[in-house]
């Protein structure tokens, strides 16, 4: 079965209002079985739109537990506590 995988752009415009999103997020992560491969750090755009603030990376067990992490109940807590504090794009994309 092949894995999931989260790639998400985060650009915070509010740093103190994105700690309550980090406080709350890993609880769905755990749940799902998330491994983070990349979580910041240095990034270069190639093409494209310019790099945002903070890129991740995040594998999943299946695609299926990507999507069910995104959907859950701690996922979207987490997400409406981030509400206005970021920009992020998110793509979820099966492994090959």
């Known amino acids: ?3 999931g995988y989260w790639i998400a752009n985060i650009t915070v415009s509010d740093p103190r209002a994105y ?3 980090q406080a709350l997020a890993p609880e769905a992560f755990t749940r799902f079985g998330a491994k983070f491969l990349a979580r910041g750090g240095l990034s270069t755009a190639m093409e494209g739109r310019g790099t945002p603030q903070r890129s991740v990376i995040i594998e999943f067990p299946s695609y299926q537990q990507a999507l069910d992490c995104y ?3 701690e ?10 504090a970021a920009e992020v794009d998110i793509l ?3 492994g090959a």
């Open 1 to 3: 079965m092949p894995k």
């Open 19 to 21: 700690a309550a999103y």
């Open 71 to 73: 959907h859950s109940e």
């Open 75 to 84: 996922y979207q807590k987490a997400r409406s506590a981030r509400e206005g």
């Open 92 to 94: 979820i994309l099966e």
